[in-house]
C-alpha cells in the first residue's frame, strides 16, 4: 500500500490501515480517505483508548505520551466526517452518502521528547453525532523509520526566544503537507548557518546572521507568547542537485481557554487549529526563493520577489475589516467553489526551485492558499497555469488577493 493516504470504507465494521512512519522531533499527516457504500446519518470521528487534557483539544498517545494527535476546522467536538460549506468559511455537519464523492480528513501527528518508540497502536471511530457506539473501526501502526540515523539535525531552543540547528548528519527528506509518504526517509547534510530569532511581534529567519525571512505575529494573544504551540522542522529538498533546505515553521491553536477579549463568537479564536509556513533556502546563499502556506484547505505557492520574504499570521483590524467586507470574504467564497481536482504542486516546484538555485527567475508559480488564522505570503509573484501546464498571467501582492488556483484537499474526484 503505496498511496499517500489511508482509506476508511465506513460501511465495514473494523478494517487495518497498515503502517505508517512518525518522524522523530516532527510533525506529520495521516490523510484519511473516507467513502461509505451505504447511506448513514452524520459521523463524527474519534480517537480511541488516547489520552486527554483538561483545556486542550487534543489526543495524546503512547509511552509517555509521546504522541500528539490534533486537527484543524475548529472541530472541537471531535472531527465530522462530512461537512457541506457555509459562507464559503464555515462548515456544517451533514449525512454520509453512498452518492457522495470520497473526502479527505487530515490529522496532524506531533512526535516530542527523547523516547523513540517502535510501534504504537491506533484506533479510529467513527460513531454517531451526539454520541454513541462505533459504526466503523481503522486500526493503524506507527512505526519508527526503517534505517533511522543517530545523527539527526533539529531546530532546539538555543537561549531565550532563539532557536538554531543542532550538531548532526542527517536530515529527513521533505514530506508534502497534505501529499504525505507513508515512509520516512533521511539523506546526509552539512549543518546550516540557520538560526530563529524572536522580536517583538516577529520571528526572524536568519542565515549567518542576517534575517532572510520574518514573519509578522499579527494574533491576539500573541501565538509567539505560546512556545509549545510554535514549532520548527528542517528537511532535505528535493531537487536534483540538493541545491535547498525546506523550513518548516508550524502554529497551533489547541487551548481551549486561550484568554480573548470576545463579543459573542466575534474575536473569539478558531480551536483547535493548526498553520504552517515552508520557505525554500537555498544552501549558497540562504536566500528564500519560493514559500509556501495554506489557505481554505488549498496548497500555496508563491515565488519571493524581493528578500527578505514577509509573512504574517493572523489578522489585523484592516484585514478583519475587510474580511467582513469584500477583498477577504471573496477569496473564501472563490476558493470554497473551485471544484477542480486536488492535485500535488511538488514536482512543478522542484522544477522551479531547480531553476532558481541558479538565479534565473523568470518563471513564477500562481498562488494557492490557507484557512482559519489566515497566514499571508505578502512580497511574492505568482502565475496562473492553464491546462497544459504554461503560464498564462504574472501577478504581484499578497497571498490572498488572488483567486486560488488548487482545489480542495478535502475532496477527491472519481472516475465514473
Known amino acids: 500500500m503505496n498511496s499517500d493516504f489511508i482509506p476508511f470504507h465506513l460501511e465495514q465494521a473494523s478494517q487495518d490501515g497498515g503502517q505508517w512512519d512518525y518522524r522523530p522531533w ?101 460513531y454517531p453525532d451526539g454520541g454513541g457506539t462505533a459504526v466503523s473501526t481503522l486500526t493503524l501502526h506507527l512505526q519508527k523509520p526503517d534505517h533511522l540515523p543517530e545523527s539527526i539535525m533539529r531546530v532546539t531552543l538555543a537561549a531565550g526566544q532563539r532557536w538554531e540547528v543542532t550538531a548532526g548528519e ?71 542537485r540538493r541545491e535547498y533546505l525546506a523550513l518548516r515553521i508550524w502554529f497551533f491553536w489547541l487551548n481551549t481557554k486561550i484568554p480573548v477579549l470576545a463579543l459573542g463568537g466575534l474575536g473569539r479564536h478558531e480551536v483547535p487549529d493548526a498553520e504552517r509556513f515552508d520557505l525554500l533556502l537555498r544552501k549558497k546563499d540562504g536566500r528564500v526563493t519560493l514559500a509556501c502556506t495554506d489557505l481554505h484547505w488549498r496548497e500555496m505557492w508563491g515565488q519571493v520577489i524581493e528578500p527578505p520574504l514577509v509573512g504574517t499570521i493572523g489578522l489585523n483590524l484592516q484585514q478583519k475589516a475587510e474580511l467582513g467586507e469584500e477583498k477577504l470574504g471573496s477569496v473564501f467564497k472563490k476558493a470554497a467553489k473551485d471544484t477542480r481536482r486536488d492535485y500535488n504542486p511538488i514536482g512543478y516546484i522542484e522544477r522551479l526551485a531547480e531553476d532558481l538555485a541558479q538565479d534565473n527567475e523568470e518563471e513564477t508559480l500562481r498562488a494557492k492558499g490557507t484557512e482559519a488564522h489566515v497566514p499571508m505570503l505578502n512580497n511574492v509573484q505568482q502565475v496562473a497555469l492553464g491546462a497544459d501546464g504554461q503560464t498564462i498571467e504574472v501577478t504581484k501582492g499578497t497571498s490572498t488577493e488572488h483567486e486560488m488556483t488548487s482545489s480542495d484537499v478535502r475532496k477527491v474526484k472519481v472516475s465514473k
Open 170 to 240: 542527517f536530515l529527513p527528506l521533505y514530506d508534502c503537507r497534505w501529499w504525505p509518504a507513508r515512509a520516512v526517509t533521511y539523506e546526509q547534510a552539512a549543518v546550516p548557518p540557520l538560526a530563529l530569532q524572536r522580536d517583538g511581534r516577529q520571528l526572524l529567519v536568519q542565515w549567518e546572521g542576517q534575517t532572510v525571512a520574518k514573519i509578522v505575529d499579527q494574533t491576539r494573544p500573541l501565538v509567539l507568547d505560546q512556545p509549545d504551540d510554535v514549532k520548527f522542522e528542517l528537511f532535505q529538498f528535493i531537487t536534483p
Open 26 to 126: 516532527g510533525t506529520r499527516t495521516l490523510k484519511i480517505r473516507l467513502a461509505t457504500a451505504r447511506d448513514q446519518g452524520p459521523l463524527r470521528l474519534r480517537w480511541a483508548n488516547t489520552g486527554q487534557k483538561d483545556g486542550l483539544a487534543c489526543a495524546f498517545c503512547g509511552p509517555d505520551a509521546a504522541f500528539t494527535i490534533s486537527w484543524g476546522g475548529g472541530h472541537e467536538a471531535d472531527v465530522p466526517v462530512r461537512t457541506k460549506d457555509k459562507w464559503g468559511a464555515f462548515e456544517e455537519i451533514e449525512p454520509v452518502l453512498a452518492s457522495g464523492e470520497p473526502n479527505f480528513v487530515y490529522f496532524n501527528i506531533s512526535h516530542s521528547g527523547e523516547l523513540l518508540p517502535e510501534s504504537v497502536a491506533l484506533t479510529l471511530e467513527a
